[in-house]
């Protein structure tokens, strides 16, 4: 894998997502953990689960859940960029030192720090 490090059983802060070349601050209680088959976090006001596959540098998210809560437009707007890229298909992973970097092949991309 690309990240030189194991990405499962990590608390990850989501820190940015970048979409169409523009990058978005993560509200503080934007996160992700992912299991071996499972992810689960919050995209920043809605709490989310889905399928999680793992495959060599490559991470898919799929049958996504989440509630289905109002926050402010900023947090929302943040919200439906983070769950369009995480679920955009296969993202390429690459990091290290505490940093991972979720990539779509379009170049829209999401920054993580350990916690």
Known sequence: MG?????????WTVDSVTVDG????????AHVK?????AAGS????????????????F???HVRTTRMACDNAR??????LSR?????PLTMTGEGGKL???????DRVQLSRT
Do not use: W, Y
Not at 3 to 11: E, N, R
Not at 43 to 58: H, L, V
Not at 76 to 81: C, G, L, V, Y
């Open 3 to 11: 990240t030189g490090q194991d990405v499962t059983g990590i608390d």
């Open 22 to 29: 523009t990058t978005h601050r993560a509200p503080a209680r």
């Open 34 to 38: 992912i299991e071996d088959d499972r």
């Open 43 to 58: 995209f920043g006001c809605n709490q989310f689960s889905g399928t999680a596959q793992i495959t060599g540098d490559q």
């Open 60 to 62: 898919r998210l799929s």
């Open 76 to 81: 929302m707007t943040f919200e439906r960029a």
């Open 85 to 89: 890229t995480l679920t955009s298909g």
């Open 101 to 107: 970097t979720l990539a779509a092949s379009g170049g």
